[in-house]
């Protein structure tokens, strides 16, 4: 299984979701959006637009499932927690 | 005048998150909005909107990106209320939860549960004293552009656009139960969008006031 992360590091929902996480051990992969730049800050936005239709985070992707927002129902039920 | 980038000042680089408190209540206010309940959260997410103050010279949301074009940014920037009305009414909160409808008791309670709304929303669009009798406003909510009619206590609210020319009918004209349009006279009854012109009525959007607030009901995702 698959987790990414993509997250503000500005976002409280997106603490909330990381630490979420990793009180459950859930192996994941993060990228903090707001702290690149340049080129690499452009793809990372159009690819969180590509993926959520817009630019609110947190995002996760778990295999092939996007969730927008800290849904602890949603994630919990795709992790199978 | 001068064209060109937008005025950013608002905030000096002593704002605290007791200023921003200040500042943005009577204006959450007027949007039918308040502090989350939960202060600890709000100086939380008020502590972030200072660093991003610090870095950018605006307290733009902490949780939505800016995109730099200034024109998308500009509606990112807190409170975003005005710009998301309609998703944000549905939610009873803004997203990130800072804000949160004014009816709303515990604010702690919507924190992180994040589902689009769905069906019919009550969105609080501006209060009753904001528009005095035999007046007609626009406002923006969601997609739709909306006029909003006062005639004595009574509120109604139909499309902005005159289907003659597209003309902007919230610059028209009250007399009684009806609109002028602005461009050419035609006659709208504010109270079902109806004219006498065939095939040009109106749409019309129920309209409830709930304290002293004006709330357009708006149908979201079907």
């Not at chain 1, 997106?14 to 340049?38: A, H």
């Not at chain 1, 080129?39 to 992707?61: H, L, M, Q, W, Y």
């Not at chain 2, 039918?32 to 605006?58: C, H, P, R, W």
Request: glycine residues 8%; contains cysteine; aromatic residues 10%.
């Amino acid at each position: 299984m698959s987790v990414m992360l993509y997250a503000l590091s500005t976002c409280p929902y997106c603490r909330m979701t990381r630490k979420y996480l990793e009180e459950n051990d859930v192996d994941f992969d993060l990228l903090e959006v707001d702290l690149l730049e340049g080129d690499e800050r452009t793809a990372a936005i159009a690819k969180v637009k590509e993926i959520s239709g817009g630019s609110s985070f947190p995002v996760i992707v778990i295999d092939d499932e996007t969730i927008v927002g800290f849904n602890k129902k949603r994630i919990k039920e795709l992790l199978g927690l | 005048m001068s064209k060109g980038k937008p005025v950013r000042r608002r905030f000096d680089e002593s704002t605290t998150t007791a200023d921003l408190r200040k500042y943005m209540a009577p204006f959450a206010d007027r949007l039918g909005y308040k502090f989350n309940t939960d202060d600890e959260f709000v100086e939380e997410v008020l502590a972030s909107e200072i660093e991003i103050l610090d870095a950018t010279g605006d307290v733009f949301c902490p949780c939505r990106v800016r995109t730099g074009d200034p024109k998308e940014d500009a509606k990112i920037v807190c409170p975003c209320i005005p710009f998301y009305r309609d998703q944000f009414a549905g939610l009873k909160k803004c997203w990130c939860g800072l804000f949160i409808l004014k009816e709303v008791e515990d604010g702690l309670e919507l924190l992180g549960v994040i589902e689009e709304p769905t069906g019919d929303i009550d969105v609080p669009v501006f209060r009753v004293a904001d528009l005095p009798d035999g007046q007609i406003r626009h406002v923006k909510v969601g997609k739709h552009d909306i006029a909003v009619a006062r005639v004595g206590d009574e509120f109604f609210a139909l499309s902005n656009v005159c289907r003659h020319a597209f003309a902007p009918l919230a610059e028209g004209f009250m007399d009684g139960y009806y609109v002028m349009c602005p461009w050419h006279g035609w006659r709208y009854d504010v109270r079902d969008g109806s004219t006498d012109h065939p095939g040009a009525n109106v749409k019309t959007h129920d309209i409830t006031v709930v304290a002293d607030e004006v709330r357009v009901r708006i149908s979201l995702g079907r």
